[in-house]
């Protein structure tokens, strides 16, 4: 393949970021606008429309298009154009009865109080939700987080074009690492790659990561190790944490040439096999042509078979996208195999038994909890080697070191009834 893979659609980057002088009419414009709060998951849905990440969209969708990408995987209003899971804007009705027909509103990210955009109302619609969430999550149990969000968005779906005029906090708070599409773009063209593999993380980068970025290596001309900065569950691990450890990984481990690393600005959604599909897409706008799609990407919980997120790329018609996924099984060390190694490559079926000082006893595949390695880095006890690098450890370890601490100091305020410093 000569030069990298098309944005979604055939056609060029759609950004819907102003800039300049007409950036700065829009604000002036907004403050006589009626304000649409907007929740972090449509803020960062926002932001994507603004950078090209969601080319081709224009905005928020409408009630067609809402019925059949949820049905269908396909957007009436675009010929039928491939798209896996709505993006869709809500308020209460209280707020959207007040809203005429092409009206012109401005669009306020609730949490930090920003504008961030101005849209035309050009429909408003109502959606049966429980709909959308058999559809696109295959469940409608509450305690799945992605089912939680659809259920609790406001009444009414308020559709049309935006005019994005903030990307929130994502350039500054994530400076370095925050990129958008036509930069990813660029930059892969300054270094000559026509075939880049995207790998997907919103975890710390361990070996059995680093293994699928070196195969990644060998059958593209360069990795994509991209990150989600948007929200995430509480208790897992920031961005800026990872991002240390993966330079760490990187520094040490990897051909600078070939590799490159960035964020993104999308919060989880959780939806498995259809969210492999939305990775798909907007890193094909990004300009990959790969998605590395491992074992229950995007998942949570028991939701989703193991390898549904593959699977589904078979389902699909082979013209939805230009990006091809790279399916990968799990992967691990092996003590048996003496090298890293996969579930559809290892024949030895036992787990690898480590002690309670981090050190190997017998068996063969070594699969390590969360909760171990945890306990492991906070007692100062070894992570064995094979596992994680040793630089990776050293950034998480001093990242948990820190928090504990600050736990220790809010427990000991609130014991002695002292200021918390919170
Ligand atoms: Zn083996």
Redesign the pocket.
């Known amino acids: 393949m000569e030069g990298l893979v098309r944005p979604h659609g055939g056609k060029d980057l759609k950004s819907l970021l102003l800039e300049g002088e007409a950036r700065e009419d829009e604000i002036e414009k907004a403050k006589r606008l009626r304000k649409i709060p907007l929740t972090s998951r449509e803020t960062g849905d926002l932001v994507m429309l603004g950078i090209g990440g969601f080319t081709p969209l224009d905005g928020f969708m409408g009630r067609d298009d809402w019925k059949g990408v949820c049905d269908y995987l396909q957007m009436p209003s675009s010929d039928g154009l491939f798209w896996p899971i709505p993006i869709t804007l809500s308020a209460a009705k209280s707020l959207a009865d007040s809203i005429g027909p092409g009206e012109e509103v401005a669009l306020w990210d609730a949490e930090t109080n920003t504008l961030m955009a101005t849209m035309t109302v050009a429909e408003k619609f109502t959606i049966d939700k429980r709909h959308e969430c058999n559809e696109v999550f295959r469940t409608t149990d509450l305690a799945h987080p992605g089912v939680k969000m659809v259920m609790e968005q406001a009444e009414v779906n308020l559709a049309g074009p935006v005019r994005v005029v903030s990307e929130s906090y994502f350039p500054e708070q994530f400076k370095g690492l925050y990129q958008r599409p036509a930069e990813a773009r660029a930059m892969f063209a300054e270094r000559g790659w026509n075939t880049v593999a995207a790998l997907q993380l919103r975890n710390p980068m361990h070996n059995s990561h680093a293994y699928l970025a070196w195969i990644a290596i060998e059958v593209c001309d360069g990795v994509y190790i991209h990150q989600l900065v948007g929200k995430l569950k509480p208790g897992d691990i920031p961005a800026d944490v990872r991002a240390r450890a993966i330079d760490a990984l990187i520094a040490k481990y990897f051909r600078k040439e070939r590799t490159a690393m960035a964020g993104y600005p999308l919060e989880m959604r959780y939806a498995g096999p259809r969210e492999a599909l939305l990775h798909a897409v907007f890193r094909q706008n990004y300009g990959c042509s790969h998605l590395i799609v491992g074992r229950d990407h995007a998942g949570v919980g028991d939701y989703y078979g193991p390898f549904d997120a593959q699977r589904i790329f078979q389902e699909i018609p082979r013209n939805a996208l230009e990006l091809r996924p790279l399916c990968m099984d799990w992967t691990f060390y ?1 003590y ?2 003496g090298s890293m ?1 996969s579930m559809k490559t ?3 079926e036992s787990k690898a038994i480590i002690d309670e000082n981090g050190r190997y006893q017998s068996g ?2 070594l699969l390590l909890s969360g909760t171990l390695l945890r306990k492991l880095m906070s007692e100062g006890k070894p992570v064995p080697p094979e596992f994680s690098k040793p630089e990776v450890i050293a950034v998480l370890k001093e990242y948990y070191d820190r928090l504990e601490h600050r736990v220790e100091v809010q427990l000991h305020g609130a014991a002695t009834g002292a200021p918390t410093g919170k």
């Open positions: 092996c048996e195999c190694a290892c024949p030895h063969a595949r």
